[in-house]
């Protein structure tokens, strides 16, 4: 279901738009973007890291107790679709931040050449 989830969020989610609209309305500058990006992509690393057990696996413990106990009565609850679901969000933002970075270099870049 998560990958189901992920396909169709990379095909069809709005990033370009949402990027467009977000930097229309909030000036941002890219230090501030990127800096929020590698927060991104140390969450998502985390994460990565859940070894909670999903079906008939039981993937080795890469986090401590305190933080992994937590994540695997998650997973549990949400019948294992909640940490690669919230992946599959944090992958879009940051698919999002991407392109915000990506149009505010555009826009940097056009500001030299004039």
Request: no cysteine; proline share 5%; net charge negative.
């Given at each position: 279901?998560?990958?189901d989830?992920?396909s169709?969020?990379s095909?069809?989610f709005?990033?370009q738009?949402?990027?467009?609209?977000?930097?229309?309305?909030?000036n941002k500058?890219?230090?501030s973007?990127?800096?929020f990006?590698?927060?991104?992509?140390?969450?998502m690393?985390?994460?990565?890291?859940?070894?909670?057990?999903?079906?008939f696996?039981?993937?080795?413990?890469?986090l401590?107790e305190?933080?992994?106990?937590?994540?695997?009565?998650?997973?549990?609850?949400s019948?294992?679709?909640?940490?690669?679901?919230?992946?599959?969000?944090v992958?879009?933002?940051?698919d999002?931040?991407?392109e915000?970075?990506?149009q505010?270099?555009q826009r940097?870049?056009?500001?030299?050449?004039?």
């Amino acid at each position: 279901m998560a990958s189901d989830f992920k396909s169709l969020s990379s095909k069809f989610f709005p990033t370009q738009q949402m990027a467009e609209h977000i930097n229309k309305t909030e000036n941002k500058s890219k230090d501030s973007l990127v800096m929020f990006r590698d927060q991104i992509q140390l969450f998502m690393n985390l994460l990565r890291m859940d070894s909670s057990p999903v079906m008939f696996g039981h993937p080795p413990l890469q986090l401590d107790e305190a933080t992994q106990a937590p994540l695997s009565l998650f997973s549990l609850l949400s019948h294992g679709f909640g940490i690669p679901g919230i992946l599959v969000g944090v992958e879009t933002m940051m698919d999002v931040v991407n392109e915000q970075i990506a149009q505010v270099e555009q826009r940097e870049q056009f500001k030299v050449d004039e």
